[in-house]
C-alpha cells in the first residue's frame, strides 16, 4: 500500500508535498520542512510532564490554596502569585510539547496538538482569572 501525497511518512520524500493545513502548522510552530526529528521518548515524556504542571496547577487554585489552605491557618489570597508563574510555566511546556510532536512528525500529532490547544486554553483562563484577582 502506497502512501497518498497528502500524508506524509515521518519523513517526506523530496518531491512530496505536505498538506497545507500541515505547512501552516509548521509555519505557525517555526518549525524548518527539515529532516524529522527521530520520535522517540522525549516527545511522550515531555507531553507527560507538561500535562502533569497543568494538572498541578488546576489542583493548587481549585483545592489546595481554597480549600486545604484556608482549613490551615494559612492565607488564601496566595493563589495568585503562585499560580500566574506555574500558569505560565505549564503554556510554555504545552508549547514545547506540541512543537516536539510536531518535529517529529509523529502521526498523531494533530490529535495531541488538539489535546494541548484545549489545556492551552484552560491554563490561560486561569492566568487570566489569576491576574484578575491579583489586580482587583
Not at 51 to 60: E, G, K, Q, W, Y
Request: proline share 7%.
Amino acid at each position: 500500500m502506497s502512501q497518498s501525497a497528502t500524508i506524509p511518512g515521518p519523513s517526506p520524500s523530496p518531491g512530496t508535498a505536505r498538506p497545507q493545513r500541515d505547512v501552516a502548522m509548521r509555519r505557525l510552530l517555526r518549525i524548518d520542512d527539515l529532516p524529522c526529528v527521530k520520535a522517540d521518548d522525549g516527545a511522550h515524556r515531555l507531553f507527560s510532564a507538561s500535562i502533569l504542571l497543568s494538572a498541578t496547577r488546576c489542583l493548587l487554585s481549585y483545592v489546595i490554596f481554597p480549600i486545604v489552605t484556608p482549613l490551615l491557618g494559612a492565607a488564601a489570597g496566595v493563589g495568585p502569585a503562585v499560580g500566574i508563574p506555574i500558569g505560565i510555566l505549564a503554556l510554555v511546556f504545552d508549547y514545547r510539547g506540541i512543537r516536539r510532536f510536531w518535529l517529529a512528525d509523529h502521526r498523531r500529532r494533530w490529535a495531541i496538538t488538539v489535546l494541548y490547544a484545549a489545556v492551552m486554553v484552560l491554563v490561560t483562563i486561569l492566568v487570566v482569572q489569576d491576574v484578575v484577582h491579583l489586580v482587583a
